[in-house]
């Protein structure tokens, strides 16, 4: 038996529209067989499964990403994905190639078990096949179902999941008595003159989320504001995702079948005082450049973890979650009494050497193994090992050869492992003395925003400002 077992991940997806795939369950049990006869263990926790989720797009599977994010740690927790067919891991090859790419360089080779690759670029040109026949295979696929839905939408059908103030029951919209009331409010209050923040924050402070479960935001009540559905419409496009350009001309607007719960005049008023309020204040949507500062990215709000972004009026900062009615605590600053205060706590920390400090690769010994992390990856794959000896993977035999030899391997390590913890008080002085030529340079006001920015950047990890008592926390790395 092989005792040097390696760690791999499996990706499991199954979307609805094919009836040909094996279950997820049928997936999971196949590739389990594959990774036992070829030396690989697959831990629960890296067992990565998409239910009812197409392959074309990799942004709306979040256990693929999941899995992606997961292999960029350093070292890879895993050394392989393992997949029952390609066409689990993509079915748009160009996605397939740059995500195949991106694992490839951080050391994880993807494997589809059910269909094995020939060594060499014949091997590769095969893949290739394979994949170009998946993708072109989801597309018929796709264009199937969008005219399936582009017709049921010309017969007043709803096509996506129900909206807030809705319910879907047996495939038709129903007033939801719990929401819709919320969305006779909305309306209400916009007409009566609160803005679109104010609804977002009372929303929010009464505890109510979207449909999707997050808080309310300036975008989400204005999406409510504009829909059609309301009044017994049905809006869609069958070309693309319109996300808040209303005015798109591909945009299908039918009569729908469903109740409405907004009265047409209502509407009208609302749509009305929309377009006005747009037009009143276009002339201070910015559209230029984002102004470059010192504090630009730095500055955290104390309530939320937020970043301070520059106010409208390009005076201060402002938390962008609070400008967006998702945080309920002000976080505005002008930016000349923040920059002058930041300068201040910079200073007093130099001098004090007294300072949070971040020790990066730069005062470690790059050379030397982490015999802690290695000790730790081995009793992982003794933990997983018993997992896979729980599950019926392994044998009873198995499971005490392998435990011997990483036994073995983890008392070599302890005797290598000389464990050393930095001087933290050297280090900041060190640090302290490194840096003190920044700050005249950060005083100087001819120097530009942008230079001092980078500067910042540079030895700044984060700066936390707590409203309540005018502070600002500094965070420094090196």
């Known amino acids: 038996m092989n005792t040097d077992l390696k760690t791999a991940a499996a990706y499991i997806r199954v979307s609805t529209a094919d009836q040909t795939e094996l279950s997820p369950d049928s997936q999971i049990k196949v590739v389990r067989q594959y990774a036992k006869q070829h030396g690989f263990i697959i831990p629960k926790e890296f067992i990565y499964r998409d239910d009812g989720i197409s392959g074309r797009h990799a942004d709306k599977r979040p256990e693929f990403n999941a899995m992606i994010a997961a292999s960029k740690q350093k070292p890879s927790p895993f050394s392989a994905v393992l997949l029952w067919k390609f066409s689990r891991f993509a079915r748009n090859q160009e996605e397939s190639i740059f995500y195949k790419s991106m694992l490839r360089r951080n050391g994880v080779e993807v494997i589809s078990v059910s269909e094995p690759a020939v060594d060499g670029p014949f091997g590769t040109l095969i893949e290739r096949i394979i994949e170009w026949s998946d993708e072109y295979y989801s597309i018929r696929l796709s264009g199937e179902v969008k005219r399936g839905m582009t017709e049921k939408v010309e017969r007043g059908g709803a096509v996506s999941v129900a909206p807030f103030g809705y319910a879907m029951v047996e495939k038709q919209l129903i007033p939801n008595p719990e929401t819709f009331p919320l969305v006779q409010k909305i309306f209400s209050d916009y007409l009566s003159g609160k803005s679109i923040i104010a609804i977002a924050r009372e929303l929010n402070a009464l505890g109510i989320k979207t449909t999707r479960g997050n808080p ?128 201040a706590a910079i200073e007093t920390a130099f001098k004090t050497k007294s300072f949070d400090l971040t020790v990066k690769q730069a005062y470690n010994d790059a ?14 794959k003794l933990s997983r090992i018993k997992e896979a000896y729980e599950d019926g993977v392994y044998t009873v035999e198995e499971l005490r050869e392998s435990r011997k030899a990483i036994d073995e391997r983890i008392a070599q390590l302890k005797k290598l492992q000389t464990p050393s913890k930095p001087n933290m008080q050297k280090l900041r002085k060190k640090f302290a003395d490194e840096h003190q030529n920044i700050l005249p340079i950060l005083k100087n006001p001819n120097t530009p925003g942008k230079e001092k920015n980078e500067l910042m950047l540079s030895f700044v990890d984060k700066i936390i400002y707590n409203r309540q008592n005018s502070t600002f926390q500094l965070f420094f790395y090196s």
């Open 216 to 343: 309310w935001e300036n975008r989400t009540v204005e999406y409510i504001l504009y829909n059609p559905v309301y009044i017994g419409k049905i809006r869609w496009n069958p070309k693309r995702r319109t996300r808040r350009d209303y005015n798109d001309p591909d945009i299908m607007i039918t009569q729908g079948i469903h109740e409405p719960i907004i009265d047409e005049e209502t509407f009208n008023a609302v749509q009305e005082k929309l377009a006005e309020q747009k037009k009143r204040y276009s002339y201070y949507r910015h559209e230029q450049a984002p102004q470059e500062h010192m504090l630009r990215s730095l500055v955290k709000c104390s309530s939320c973890g937020a970043s301070l972004t520059m106010s409208a009026s390009g005076q201060g900062l402002q938390c962008c979650k609070y400008v967006h009615g998702k945080c309920g605590v002000s976080h505005y600053i002008s930016l000349k009494k923040a920059e002058a205060l930041v300068l």
């Open 367 to 380: 050379a030397a193994p982490d015999y802690a992390q290695l000790i730790e990856k081995e009793k992982k």
